[in-house]
């Protein structure tokens, strides 16, 4: 892999490392904040926030974000459990 290669992997995970550190550090309040919604994050600034993607996206367009520009979370007002309903067999060769 080329030097530049190399350079571009690291900022891409130091990257994604700010901002799962900016979700974790801000989980409590946008919970309390934002209960049953989806929050839209643009350079560390809540930009959007609704109970559904469909208001969300109409809302970042109404302020002339793209959704290539934004992180969304969804972040429940109550704790939840969460069950996974698949079947996960592999299929006979």
């Keep these: 892999m080329r030097r530049s ?18 979700w974790d550090e801000h989980r409590r309040e946008f ?3 934002y209960p049953d919604q989806f929050v839209a994050v643009c350079a560390e600034a809540v930009v ?3 109970c559904n993607l469909a208001d ?6 109404r302020n002339g974000l793209c959704r290539a520009d934004v992180r ?18 592999v299929p006979a060769s």
């Design 56 to 61: 969300l996206f109409t809302e970042l367009e």
């Design 48 to 50: 959007a926030h609704a």
């Design 5 to 22: 290669g190399v350079a571009e992997m690291r900022a891409s995970f130091a990257k994604l490392e700010r901002e799962r550190a900016f």
């Design 72 to 89: 969304v979370q969804f972040f429940s007002g109550e704790p939840r459990d969460h069950l996974l309903n698949a079947d996960l067999s």
């Design 31 to 33: 919970r309390r904040l």
